[in-house]
């Protein structure tokens, strides 16, 4: 009967997972994996990779793991209990290489299905080549972005369509300057810094990159739409 249970467990974790309309699969999962019903869940996708806690269940760091193989993903659905979710994607990092993207805390089991479709959004907001483990939270402009790839590439071709046209090492002068520009909030002299040149050199690249987008950096509905089209290229452009 052990047996049958162990077995069970897994079972019942994947229909949660997948967000299976069974009856009862909550309080059948609850009684299965000896979990409450409800409580504070969070589930975290990786891509395929090596380490983490050993087996399908493990405790670490006062918090429960449960791990399980999806088609190419890694899913690990944590026993938050009181702590803060905000923890979780340095713990993770420790011992995933990444990347990966962490969903919404779920308040319940039956809740787990939606929190690892949202964090598969959240993996999605990682640039190609990335390493790192993100909250959704932390992703939401990005999230969106992803969740409509067709309005995501118009609004790049619209945007960017004549950086497109540029030769790459150019391109990516231009919008690496953006990037740093938008992390320094906005200040030229913090963004020159990063980038190791002059603070009219940023000055010059963004006019630059201004009349080649006709846009304006000073006008906040067109800096919206500069930022929405650096994160949706970023996230699309191959590496180098």
């Not at 670490?60 to 449960?66: D, I, K, P, Q, S």
């Not at 939606?114 to 932390?138: K, N, S, W």
């Not at 994160?231 to 590496?239: E, L, N, V």
Request: charge should be positive.
């Amino acid at each position: 009967m052990r047996r049958r249970g162990d077995e069970r467990g897994p079972a019942l974790l994947d229909a949660l997972l997948e967000g299976r309309p069974e009856p009862d699969l909550a309080a059948r999962a609850a009684s299965g994996l000896g979990l409450p019903e409800r409580g504070r869940y969070a589930v975290a996708v990786l891509g395929p990779c090596a380490g983490g806690p050993p087996g399908v269940a493990a405790e670490a760091e006062g918090l429960r793991f449960f791990r399980r193989r999806l088609a190419d993903r890694e899913v690990v659905l944590v026993a938050l209990g009181d702590r803060d979710p905000a923890t979780l994607a340095a713990l993770l990092t420790r011992w995933y290489p990444g990347p990966g993207g962490i969903g919404p805390v779920a308040d319940g089991l039956e809740g787990l299905g939606a929190a690892r479709r949202l964090a598969e959004l959240a993996l999605l907001t990682c640039p190609p080549g990335t390493t790192d483990i993100v909250r959704l939270e932390e992703r939401l402009p990005a999230a969106l972005l992803v969740s409509q790839p067709e309005l995501s590439a118009r609004l790049v071709a619209d945007v960017f369509g004549p950086l497109l046209a540029l030769a790459p090492a150019d391109r990516a002068l231009l919008v690496g300057t953006l990037d740093a520009w938008l992390e320094c909030g906005g200040s030229a002299g913090r963004a020159a810094g990063r980038l190791f040149c002059h603070r009219n050199t940023v000055l010059n690249r963004l006019r630059r990159l201004e009349r080649l987008t006709s846009r304006s950096l000073s006008r906040p509905r067109e800096l919206i739409e500069m930022t929405l089209a650096l994160d949706a290229f970023r996230m699309t452009a191959p590496q180098p």
